[in-house]
């Protein structure tokens, strides 16, 4: 599938997401937009509203120690468990993650 | 939003008032007092923060109280199970002097009498009350479901107040939602993976006259020591155990 790209523009694609005790990870569509986390069941459902959203202004981002797969994104008591095909994926993730935060404005120091 | 299970399997003559209550705590008394100016932070100690706002009508002292807490390796079933279950009543209780279970309502709700031990120099308190315990389910699977005790004050024509004591009225609460990080690879979860979170809720009319500065300072004193206790209980008897999701 194609990978995220850096940019201010929307940008979507599947992560496995930790989604509660009884069914674990499942596929979502996540959606990074207007400094925004989204994420939809799936990219046929996006017209039906999402399912969860994170601000990434304060949110943290977190590359899984042992899991070369994983990142945990957090903002306050709330985690997102995240899962990426391959480390590579994973890296484009939190590339376009960062990049995106950055060009919204709230990127670390340089933003004033 | 919430949906409710417990009514319909669990149908008593306190059922509606059973329903009114729990609703009442998923709305009013999950809300965050961090930051509401109301709200006075009277003791935190490590993850656990004890709220209260000062309020007195006629004298007396009717201050409402709310603590938040998040235990490690638990679930808010067990928590709520130890907390509901008098059968470990006296395993963590220490400020009552005796109870009994005047009323099984049903498989999640009794009604209980229990006599305080009497706190120098105020006399000593009553208290009866209906005891559920609930489960409501998320509507969403990225909020957890919530599991709640309540305890709220009715009469019973068995229990009417005595001479002995003053009978004190409640309106107590217990909600828990637990938190479940993801295992490392495929393995199964266990209690590392488990963080519960807790809102306790309590307002007390303690009835009678009592002297406001023993009053906030017996619960300055008591509510942290009981939910540390109480915590730690729920703790060393889960640990080891299959968990109780």
Known sequence: ?112 | SVDLISASDDVHRFSAQVEEMVQSHMTYSLQDVGGDANWQLVVEEGDMKVYRREVEENGIVLDPLKATHAVRGVTGHEVCHYFWDTAFRNDWETTVESFQVVETLSDKAVIIHQTHKRVWPASQRDVLYVSIISKILSTNENDPDTWLVCNFSVDHDGYPPSARCIRAKINVAMICQTLISPPEGDKEITRDNILCKITYVANVNPGGWAPASVLRAVAKREYPKFLKRFTSYVQEKTNGEAILF
């Open chain 1, 1 to 112: 599938g194609p990978g995220p790209h850096g940019g201010i523009a929307e940008f979507g694609g599947v992560l496995s997401k930790w989604t509660n005790y009884i069914h674990g990870w499942q596929d979502r569509w996540v959606v990074l937009k207007n400094n925004t986390l989204s994420y939809y069941k799936s990219q046929d459902e996006r017209e039906y509203g999402c399912r969860g959203s994170l601000c990434l202004s304060k949110a943290v981002i977190t590359p899984h120690e042992f899991d070369e797969c994983r990142l945990d994104i957090s903002v306050n008591d709330s985690v997102w468990y995240l899962r990426a095909q391959d480390p590579e994926h994973r890296n484009q993730w939190i590339d376009s993650i960062e990049q995106h935060r950055a060009e919204s404005g709230y990127g670390s120091e340089s933003s004033l």
